[in-house]
């Protein structure tokens, strides 16, 4: 660690050498670098700007080229008399003052139209007939070689001639003659700012001077570029050349240089003095944090147990070790087996470890460990790979769970639910016997008051025809008790959960005497409006029939406090016309429920009654949830609270 921290520290000196060795070179290299970069872009300058010149004047001249061109053609077609064509030469003169001259020649040379009347004899010279004859040829426009000019043209300017021919048909006759003069050329094409740094010339390909503009005098020779002007029949070249001269070395750039570097200089030993500094207070800070994590890791309970690629272990916390009872002596760098495996899972233990060691690692499972005394421990166990700082899989972290509490809270739990269920069941069978009891009293009471009346006038000798009304009377009683225990059996036996289609009506009517029964002791009084034209409904009907049993239930025992006047319990039904459901609501008077009792209203085993166990409304929500519907609750406006539940319609539709 020391050496390497001696070898670290002795190359971060090496760096002010660096910098001073690196200024040198600057001091040599930076003036050299920013003239050519000067220069450079000096040239690349003059050469997008000779581009753009050149563009100009073959511009200006297709102009003239496509203007003679039509007016070819009208003459061919003779659609223009000799007056007509001398004033359209002369209106060409007007569209640039580089263009000197038209003149229209026959076969013969002899001039037919000229843009100047005095000008009547025009004599071609040597090149442009030579430029005529390959226009005739070509059938298309062709200049000619530059040629001393004649006439009113200044003494020493050069001309060219552009030879445009007159055809109709395949029948020659005649040709055009546009005459430039090619110091107006440049006077009219090179922009005035392009002038004052740069002389301009035209030269032949013999790279004579034709003709050249110099508003800032002589180029110097340093900056210069070519461009041909690319004109059919003649070999002219624009040449540009700088009046600038090389950039100069800057001395303020090597002074600026110096100093630039000179701070850098400082700024480098000011930042090796705070790295060291702050390499040291780190240093510090690591041997306290390495203090703290030992410290953290040995108040863990939750056991720690590093292995390498090889099922070796390296690491174990004391929390592991308390765990298995094993002390890390006897497990640090142990291979497998190892002694906290139970004997009789021990095939078990190995074929996991080679999944892990495949890498099919199980990210999280169940196990147990043995103690030396014998004890199993039950855990859970979470594997992840160890990746060292260069990325490499170096072995398995496992964080390792005792979970003997909850397994015995998990068995407590399940007991608790037996017992509740069974208590369910018992207090369900209580309610119901309590119900029979008080129902079955009265008509078994009326069945032995006629019996014993009939046994009266028996005994007395009466006449037998006044026993019918007394038997008749017995035997309704009869039936309406057969019908209230017809209806509990019917409600509590045993059947598999099935869908059919069924009225919500029939529905009710299976219950009715139960819930009659409900309201007659709370003196409610039972409303229902169920349309006759309410479709059937896609339900489980022993699921839903005990949804509206305790429902209502829960609306009569509402209404307890209420004045019997209000006690009123309605069953309302109708289509909810923007869905395939139909939609029940149960609707008391009741006391309502509060904010803090309807937030936790569905929850398990919540429950507002003394006796009541909780799991009423929880049920009946996941029931109505079972056919895809949902149950809710809102205040009733008068008072009370209005339960509502939607069903599927059967078959999706009315």
Known sequence: MSKRFFLSYSMRWLLPVVLVLLFLAIVFWLPWQARQLESNERQEQLIADTLWVEQSIRFQLGRHEESLRGLANEIAIGRLAPADVQQRMARMLKNGAELKGVIQVDPEGRTLASSDPAAAHTVLGQAALAAQDRARRSHAPVYAEPEPAAGDFAAGALKMDLLVPVYHGNQWLGSL???????????EMVPWWFAQDNQVSLLDRDDKVLARRSAAGPGHGVYTHKRALDLPGASIILMTDSVKSEPKLLPNLLVGSVIALSLALLWSLFALWGHISRRLATEGELRQQMSFRTAMENSL?????????????????????QMVGYPAEELVGRLPPMPYWAPDAMQEYQHRLASVLAGSITPEYETSFQRPDGTRIPVLVFEAPLVDKEGRHTGYMGSILDISDRKRMEEMNRQHQEKLQASARLATMGEIASMLAHELNQPLAAISS????????????????????????????????????????????????????????AMLDSILALIELQARAYHVSLQVEIPAALPLVRADRMLVEQVLLNLTRNGIEAMADTPQ??????????????????????IDCGHGISQDVAERLFSPFFSTKAEGMGMGLNICRTAIEFHGGTLTHHPHPPGGTIFTFTLPVAGGHS
């Open 177 to 187: 003659v546009a005459t430039f003069q090619l110091g107006s050329l440049l006077d």
């Open 301 to 321: 309970v939750t056991g720690l147990r590093a292995r390498d690629l090889e099922g070796r272990i390296t690491y174990v916390n004391p929390a592991f070790c």
């Open 450 to 505: 006629y019996t014993t009346g009939a046994l009266n006038i028996l005994a007395r000798g009466g006449d037998t025809a006044t026993l019918k009304p007394a038997l008749e009377q017995a035997s309704a009683q009869a039936q309406r008790a057969g019908q209230i225990i017809r209806s509990v059996h019917e409600f509590v036996k045993k059947r598999e959960s099935e869908r059919q289609d069924v009225a919500l009506q």
């Open 565 to 586: 006047a209000r006690r009123v319990l309605r069953v309302v039904a109708h289509r909810d016309p923007l869905a395939a459901m139909v939609v029940v609501q149960v």
